[in-house]
């Protein structure tokens, strides 16, 4: 089995391994091919488009909005356990050590700013379609003219990853500012002055921001897997990934676009990162590397971590900063002893480094 995951920011100019540059975007290319137990060789590749900022910020079309809304934990644990009622559900959820009276509280936060969006552009008289994140289709996303996320950073990517070109905003709000950071939505007090958001986006009174993200395509054997978000997990557990003993099913239906040579792209994007491991994270994974056409160096790991400017402050960051004591500790290994002001100077300029432009 070989994986191909590549990575233009939005659509791409050019067919698989044959580029054009063009004076707004380029690429990046490697190539990486992983040994799986059970399943034989897989082989990744991946292009990273890096696209420019643009300041000009012609005013929104607002004809038709989608609003994709986030499911909060109380509407998961209602759909995971759908077969009790409302007091046995209490019950169950108390027992398990869960705080019932603040599920129900930011379950509520939510509803509601998920209703003052829809009373603020009813009453601006744009045609809205409203869809829980699980139940987004492509047919929503031609239908819009505008994609709000209401949620935060998570509902923000799973929108940005079924989005596929990059004519089609994509704006978040973060419906519970006290409880989410949303560092990809608007700005957290926007949340509370909804009016002048829709006015500023409607004014132009904003900039672009381009940012890219990941293409993946798969080629070889065992391609037409069918994907299992994490929620499916939990609300139908015999789905769960690490079940692997099942063989696959020949007559599957091809989820993305059937390519020549057993090649599909998946109908999706990624804007934080690309993981690459085991789907037991107790087996180690193996992979031979290459990077622009060079020689090909084997790794042995619990994963690969492939990440876009924007995924570069979550976890790519996570896995590579470093603490003042790992640099004080290098540094007195060798023989250069740093003062109380230096270690941390040190460790800040590190870590910064590792973050990189949302457009790379």
């Not at 054009?20 to 490697?30: A, D, N, Q, S």
């Not at 696209?51 to 929104?60: E, I």
């Not at 492509?138 to 949620?151: E, P």
Request: charged share 25%.
């Amino acid at each position: 089995m070989k994986r191909v995951v590549s990575a233009p920011g939005y659509e791409p100019r050019s067919p698989m391994f044959d580029f054009r540059l063009e004076p707004w975007v380029f690429f990046l290319k490697g190539v990486l091919s992983q040994w799986s137990p059970g399943f034989g060789r897989l082989g990744v590749s991946f292009l990273v488009g890096c696209h420019h900022y643009s300041s000009s910020a012609p005013s929104l079309k607002l004809n038709r909005a989608l609003l994709v809304s986030k499911l909060s934990r109380y509407e998961l644990e209602s759909l995971r356990f759908k077969d009790i009622d409302q007091t046995q559900l209490e019950k169950k959820l108390r027992n398990r050590g869960s705080d019932y009276e603040l599920l129900i509280h930011h379950h509520e936060v939510h509803k509601s700013f998920e209703k003052s969006v829809v009373d603020v552009l009813k009453n601006k008289h744009v045609d809205i379609r409203l869809v829980p994140r699980f139940k987004l289709t492509q047919d929503d996303i031609s239908w819009a003219d505008v994609i709000f996320s209401l949620g935060g950073d998570g509902t923000f990517l799973m929108v940005a990853s079924s989005v596929l070109g990059n004519s089609k905003p994509v704006v978040g709000f973060n419906s519970d500012p006290t409880r989410s950071e949303g560092h990809l939505c608007l700005p957290k007090r926007y949340s509370t002055n909804l009016e002048e958001a829709i006015y500023k986006l409607t004014h132009g009174e904003f900039k672009w921001m381009f940012r890219s993200r990941i293409r993946i395509t798969l080629s070889g054997e065992f391609i037409d897997e069918q994907p299992v978000e994490l929620q499916e997990e939990l609300l139908h557990p015999d789905r769960r990934i690490y079940n692997c003993t099942s063989a696959p099913d020949e007559n599957r239906v091809f989820i993305g676009s059937a390519l020549p040579e057993s090649t599909r792209v998946l109908p999706v994007f990624a804007l934080n990162e690309v993981f690459l491991g085991e789907s037991l994270s107790a087996r180690v994974s193996y992979f031979e590397l290459s990077l622009d056409g060079g020689p090909f160096t084997k790794i042995k790991s619990s994963g690969l971590c492939v990440t876009t400017g924007t995924g570069s402050t979550s976890w790519h960051l996570s896995i590579n900063r470093v603490d003042q004591q790992t640099v004080a500790k290098l540094a007195a290994l060798l023989g250069n002893k740093l003062s109380p002001e230096q270690v941390p100077a040190i460790t800040k300029s590190y870590n910064d480094s590792l973050v990189f432009s949302p457009g790379v």
